[in-house]
């Protein structure tokens, strides 16, 4: 039985915040850390992305705050860049194949996340890596020997799978080589410990059994972080959803509205895996929101100032609050409203996908039937309205975008 010393116990429980650490939970991570310690041998974390799409959300940084935390115990990140994984499409919680991607979008999207992500781990020390390197070049013989670390009938417990196989659906044979792909990623940078969303719970267990097929003697653990709900509280947040979904790229105002907006269910979740307040303060929040007394209200005013205040520092954070309090709470205007010039007779579907008030006519439609889209105050309810009007009128989506049109 390893003794333990109390600092590694300590520093396991803070790492564990939110997390499921498995096998073995906050004790056997606590002798990682104090081995690693000892040996001096900082414990190489893995992390890999498939950039499948260009831009990152608050859910995304769940996981890299966890990565920074462990940076600042002076452990190693090993970021991966599925240049290999990208062109197979993970199928985790997909009901459909998904479309492969080409080498040059792959590249395209690694720039764009890792100028993000920079937002939130220090990049610039940690070791860059594409799984394309070497799982282009294994041989034929290689991936028989890969592929017959596990059997169809452990893939088959995959949810995903067992899902469109009793549907009927189709389960391309390519697909189960993503998480054995996903897997060996492990051996190849000799990973430690490996984090992933709740979703990656197969593929990040599955890298510990080829560890140990391929003769490492203390496989990784694997930290699986919650994925978080988008700001309708019920799905998780995705660009699929980008009515409910708050981006990195999001603009001071933008993100502070957002957060305002999320139901009061995800206030504790949102502070404890999106914010660094301590444990203490988490239960306050927890106890207050039982308070009658108390208006959560002003919890998500705090909850909005601290994370936009994050990623847009201080002064963004201070006049997104004072432009969200004259805008919503106080029925105001925004002071900076852009002008625009439309040609009369725009239909009013059209108008709002222009202006990038919506991503589709789909979500400018949904948004319309809520009673969200305005002119001069007046809620527009026809998806056939064209824009008409003498000098100039201001258009409202949501709670937070608008523009003064005029001809």
């Excluded at 920074?68 to 240049?83: S, T």
């Excluded at 590249?107 to 070497?134: G, H, I, L």
């Excluded at 789909?362 to 309205?385: P, T």
Aim: with cysteine; glycine share 6%; hydrophobic share 40%.
């Amino acid at each position: 039985m390893v003794d333990i010393r109390e600092e590694f116990i300590e520093q396991a429980k803070k790492l564990s915040r939110g997390a499921e650490v498995l096998p073995g939970g906050i004790e056997e991570l606590a002798v990682k850390l104090q081995h690693a310690k000892d040996t001096n041998t900082p414990l190489r974390v893995k992390l890999g992305m498939d950039p499948t799409r260009p831009d990152l959300h608050l859910g995304h940084t769940v996981v890299m705050r966890k990565l920074r935390e462990f940076q600042k115990l002076g452990h190693k990140v090993v970021l991966i860049v599925g240049g290999a994984t990208a062109m197979v499409g993970d199928p985790s919680g997909k009901s459909e194949t998904r479309p492969s991607l080409t080498k040059e979008q792959v590249e395209e999207n690694a720039k764009s996340y890792f100028e993000q992500m920079s937002k939130v781990v220090d990049v610039t020390k940690a070791e860059v890596t594409n799984n394309a390197d070497w799982l282009h070049k294994m041989s034929f013989t290689d991936l028989l020997k890969l592929a017959s670390q596990i059997t169809v009938a452990q893939m088959m417990t995959r949810d995903d799978f067992a899902k469109r196989y009793a549907e009927g659906r189709p389960i391309s044979v390519h697909e189960f080589f993503y998480p054995l792909m996903q897997a060996y990623d492990s051996v190849a940078i000799d990973a430690d410990i490996e984090l992933g969303g709740t979703d990656q719970r197969f593929n990040t267990l599955l890298g510990r059994q080829i560890q140990e097929a391929y003769g490492k003697k203390y496989p990784q653990m694997v930290m699986l972080l919650p994925l978080i709900e988008g700001t309708d509280g019920l799905v998780k947040m995705s660009k699929t959803y980008p009515e409910h979904c708050i981006s990195l790229t999001d603009s001071a105002n933008d993100m502070f509205g957002k957060l305002m907006s999320i139901p009061d269910t995800l206030i504790v979740k949102y502070f404890m895996l999106l914010t660094d307040v301590s444990e203490e303060e988490l239960k306050n929040i927890e106890n207050s929101l039982k308070d009658p007394s108390v208006n959560p209200r002003d919890l998500k005013l705090k909850l909005a100032y601290t994370i936009t205040e994050e990623y847009h520092g201080k002064e963004g954070a201070d006049k997104a609050q004072a432009e969200f309090i004259n805008v919503v709470s106080n029925k105001g205007l925004p002071s900076d409203i852009e002008e625009v010039k439309v040609d009369m007779g725009k239909n009013i579907l059209d108008l709002l996908v222009e202006l990038n008030f919506v991503q589709s006519k789909g979500e400018a439609k949904r948004l319309i039937q809520g009673g969200g889209v305005k002119i001069d105050g007046e809620k527009i309810a026809d998806m056939m309205y064209t824009v008409e009007f003498e000098e100039s009128v201001i258009l409202q989506a949501g709670k937070r975008k608008f523009a003064k049109l005029v001809k």
